[in-house]
Nanobody
Framework: VQLQASGGGLVQAGDSLRLSCAASGRTFSNYVIGWFRQAPGKEREFVSG????????YLADSVKVRFTISRDNPKKMVYLQMNSLKSEDTAVYYCAAVLLRTTNIPRLGDSYDYWGQGTLVTVSS
């Protein structure tokens, strides 16, 4: 599966953005999709993930309440809706995929086999 993330940009604190992850491949619905981010000078961190069916998801504590994740399997899309953005959300955001038909959502980057290019989110305070 090939992934392409988009939707990043420059926004002010408190604004919203929706990131999109577009996938190619016939078996997209068999994959867990995760969102990771990496801020300058920091380690990559897990942000959110959604199960193959969309029935289960996980949000990191730092974004819980503010972010939501969703997927549209027929369209082969996963979305990360980011509200009430903060300056600390500034990072390059990546979507990643792993073939997994369970409700388990891995939170380690090494668990994912496919990665899209990143999309930069910059939040000015």
């Amino acid at each position: 599966v090939q992934l392409q993330a988009s939707g990043g940009g420059l926004v002010q604190a408190g604004d919203s953005l929706r990131l999109s992850c577009a996938a190619s491949g016939r078996t997209f619905s068999n994959y867990v999709i995760g969102w990771f981010r990496q801020a300058p000078g920091k380690e990559r961190e897990f942000v959110s993930g959604i199960s193959w069916s969309g029935d289960a998801d996980y949000l990191a504590d730092s974004v819980k309440v503010r972010f939501t994740i969703s997927r549209d399997n027929p369209k082969k899309m996963v979305y990360l809706q980011m509200n009430s953005l903060k300056s600390e959300d500034t990072a390059v955001y990546y979507c990643a995929a792993v073939l997994l038909r369970t409700t388990n959502i891995p939170r380690l980057g090494d668990s994912y086999d496919y990665w899209g290019q990143g999309t930069l989110v910059t939040v000015s305070s």
